[in-house]
Structure formats: C-alpha cells, structure tokens
C-alpha cells in the first residue's frame, strides 16, 4: 500500500473518533415553531340601556380564522366587527364571542344591563309584574318569625321593583314597630324602610345602605305603591301611613302622620321625602294619567280629611294637594254622623274600559245600614277629573258576614274583578268574584273568624297563572280564577 494513502486514511479515521466537526457523526436539526395562540377584546358602547334602544358590541381578534358568538347573541361572526344588540326582556345579559385560530382559541365575555320598566300605574307596578308570591324577609332570631328587629315587623307595607337597577326585581320595605304596650311611646313610634335583594339561594337580604341613608319610616305604613314621580325612568316609592291605629285617641296621641316619598336620584340612591300633607292615608294609587311621565297619585283618608284627594305632581316630584277632582258623592257629609262617614279605605286606578284612560276605583265599608260607600269604579271622562266621571256600583257581596264589608284589594283579571274583602278587626277574609260586564257576582273563598291558629288572610292579592294568591307566601292561598 501506498505509504502516503495510508496516513491519510488513519488521520480521517482519528477526527471522526474525535467529533470533530460532526457532533457525534450526525447535522442538528430545527423543530418547526408553534402558531401563535389568538387574542379576542371585545366591549359594548353602554353597559345599561332601557327596553328598546341598543348598544354596539365592538370587538378585535389576532390569530383568529374564525369566531362565534354565545350568550345573548349567536352565529358565526367576522374576527373583527360591531353588532348592534336590541334586548327584547329586562334583565342581565352575557356576551360572549370565542375567536378560534391554529394555535387554538380565546373568549371574552361583556354584560349589558336592561334594567325592568316602570309601568304606567301603581297597579300594574304591583299587580303585573307575573312574580309568585314572596316570603317576607325575616331576621334570623329565634323568636323572630318575621321580625327585623325585636319590635320591628313588615306585614302590608312592602312592594316590588327594580330599585337597583340591575334587571331584577328587589324588595322595599316599612316596617310597623310593635314597641310593647307598657311602653310611652306604644302606637307612635315609627318603623324604618328597607330595601332588599336575594342571595344565590333565593333569601332576601338587606342592603339598604346602598340605596338610602335616611331610613325614616311610618307609625303605621299601610301600603307602599310604586311608580315613577321624577320622570327619569326609574322606580320611586309613596308609602300611605296612617298613624297611630288606636281608637278613640288616648290623651297625647295624635291622629294621621306625613306619608313618606323616596325618590330615586342620579347617583342611583333614594332620598327620603316627607309628603306635603298630614293624614289618616290608609290607601293610595298612582298613575300617569296625563302621559306627561310624571305620576299623580290618589289618597284615601277617611280620618282627617275625611275624603279622598289628588297629589297633583309638579313634575318634579314633588306633589300638591288638591281635592277638586274627586266625584261629588266622596266629599265628607258635614251633616252625618261620625257612625255614617263614607269610610272609604281603599283606592286604585285602572284601565277597566280599556280606553288607554285610567278609571278610578273606591273601596269604602259597604254597610248601607250606615249610610256608608259602596265599592264603586268612576270611568274617566278623558280630563282626569273624575267630578264628572259616571259611575258603576259593584254588587255588595253575596252571602254577607261581617268579613264581607270592607273590600281592601282589588284584581282585574280576564273579565272579573276580585275584591278582597275583610272586617274592621281583620280576623275574616274573603274574595268576591265580580264579572266586569254583567256584574254577576260570586264569593269564591272565606276564611275566619281568626281562632289562633287558623288566621289566614291575604295581604295583598296577585293574579299568578291561573289562580289568586296572596302576595306573602306564609299565608298559603292560592284559589283558582
């Protein structure tokens, strides 16, 4: 063998052996890199509107092919792009677009609010609203029941609303404060108000201070109505009070008290308000009777003013008595005896004719035998001034007691008026059913007297699916309609 060939085959040999320049004999390779992952932002111009107008969700993607949307919205859509949302319900609403891309896919989620709309009338406020019946909120002593407090209870003056503005409804309170009777100050002491929403468990929790500082309340809050007095869209609260509920009047008591008004501000709390009058307010109603956006409530007082008035609103929320409005026949009878007042307790306006007008119903103690008023709907002749309105009598009800003299609630619901009728001591309980065209009359449901421990009455009544149910749930009736 060649000498020379031979070195040079012993030299390849040694650097090979030694990794030189191969790195164990093989060349590096290079993995291919990862596709990007996609990136989504994603807004709404406005995270509130009201029931009928729209916001624009807006959104960006990078990485993305494709993107779809879920939630309160659906479908394929574009990686980048504005939609415009035109909730049809009240309530909170999520949406949410997932962008998928080759290196996988991002979401993001926005809310929009649609807080639930005022309606035109206190009635509808309370009645239309298509809610169950409510357990009030209770505190959680063992000898509470429904006690906020040791003295403090919620037994007719609550409603509902959407007082948070949040698309749910909430609660609002007045409490009565049952101080013991050895106590000076029993049967003038005032409650407080409260507002409350419900926890993930459906249990009503107080959050009053969110809402209001000043929790001034009624001696006695006999009913709270809802509907909107500044015209900004948002619920405000009229609690009728009537004052201490002792007859005759011991030495140092004073008859009727101020009703109380809470106003929504722009801030989203409430201001507590005192009404410009003094009365025995032991009902009240409220309506826009005018369109101008401002509701005009009526009172009942069969004490002090012994009538039944307007609260004309200065379109501001703020209210003026006048007592011009009222038909003839509920101006208080200076001749009559104390014993033969018209008593008339109750009030509400509704829309019985269907003429977009609303007509004024008048509940009073419908004994004849004390010259007393009968239960009557005045039909607004279109100026909401009801010292012309005709006037149709409902039937006394039918198989009288003396649970049947005083109808305190009225439903109207598919043709029928329901009335919810009780004594003066409110131990019996029934309901009239009363059709709206042939006044045909019926007594569907009594209960009583109270024997401590059947009492059983409504409050107030719902009309919910097809039945009548009394709005707090611890009662427990539910008749068919």
């Known amino acids: 063998m060649n000498k020379n060939f031979a070195v040079l085959i012993a030299a390849v040999v040694a650097v090979a052996g030694c990794g030189g320049g191969g790195g164990g004999g093989k060349s590096a ?42 939630g309160g919205w659906a479908g394929t859509q574009a990686v980048s792009g504005t939609a415009l949302q035109t909730p049809v319900a009240a309530g909170l609403s999520s949406y949410t677009l997932t962008c998928t891309g080759a290196g996988g896919n991002a979401n993001q989620t926005v809310a929009l609010t649609v807080p639930i709309p005022v309606q035109k009338s206190s009635y509808l406020n309370a009645k239309n609203t298509g809610l169950p019946n409510q357990s009030l909120p209770k505190s959680s002593g063992a000898n509470a029941v429904k006690f906020i407090s ?7 003056g609550f409603a509902m609303g959407d007082f948070f503005q949040d698309g749910t409804e909430s609660m609002v309170g007045f409490t009565n404060n049952f101080v013991p009777s050895s106590d000076p100050n029993y049967g003038r002491t005032p409650g407080h108000a409260y507002f409350y929403k419900k926890d993930v468990n459906g249990n009503w929790v107080d959050q009053t201070a969110k809402l209001l500082s000043d ?6 809050p006999r009913k709270v109505i809802v509907a909107d007095f500044n015209g900004d869209g948002v619920p405000d609260i009229f609690v009728a009070c009537h004052g201490t509920d002792l007859y005759p009047l ?62 004309v609103n200065n379109k501001d929320g703020t209210f003026k008595p006048d007592y ?8 208080p009878n200076t001749a009559c005896n104390p014993a033969c007042r018209l008593g008339i307790y109750s009030v509400e306006l509704v829309d019985f004719d269907a003429t977009g007008k609303f007509d004024l119903w008048l509940g009073g103690v419908d004994d004849k035998s004390l010259g007393s008023f009968a239960s009557t709907i005045f039909h607004n ?10 006037a149709t009598v409902l039937p006394s009800a039918t198989a009288p007691s003396v649970a049947d003299n005083n109808p305190l609630d009225l439903v109207y619901t598919n043709g029928n008026i329901y009335l919810m009728r009780v004594d ?58």
């Not at 993995?31 to 009201?50: E, G, M, Y």
């Not at 040791?150 to 007719?156: C, D, L, N, S, Y």
């Not at 002749?381 to 005709?390: D, L, M, V």
Request: charged share 10%; aromatic share 8%.
């Open 150 to 156: 040791p003295t403090e209870m919620i037994t007719t």
């Open 424 to 481: 003066s001591g409110y131990t019996e309980t029934s309901i009239q059913k009363i059709n709206y065209k042939t006044l045909s009359s019926t007594m569907i449901y009594r209960h009583g007297p109270y024997t401590g421990s059947t009492y059983s009455w409504l409050t107030w009544m719902l009309p919910y699916q097809s039945n009548i149910i009394g709005a707090d749930s611890s009662y427990g009736v539910s008749i068919p309609q």
């Open 324 to 331: 011009t409005r009222m038909p003839p026949s509920t101006a």
């Open 215 to 220: 929790q001034t309340g009624c001696i006695t």
């Open 250 to 311: 011991p030495a140092g008591y004073t008859a009727g008290e101020v009703p109380r008004i809470l106003l929504s501000q722009p801030d989203g709390t409430y201001k507590n308000v005192p009404a410009p009058i003094s009365c025995y307010c032991h009902g009240a109603a409220a309506a826009d009777v005018n369109g101008n956006g401002f509701a005009d409530i009526v009172v009942v007082d069969p004490e002090i003013n012994k009538q039944p008035f307007y609260l």
């Open 29 to 70: 390779s290079t993995a291919p890199a990862s596709p990007p992952a996609p990136t989504v932002s994603l807004s709404v111009s406005q995270p509130k509107i009201s029931l009928g107008s729209s916001a624009n969700i807006t959104w960006t993607s990078t990485n993305a092919t494709s993107c779809t949307a879920s």
């Open 381 to 390: 002749p279109g100026t909401n001034n009801f010292s012309t309105a005709t």
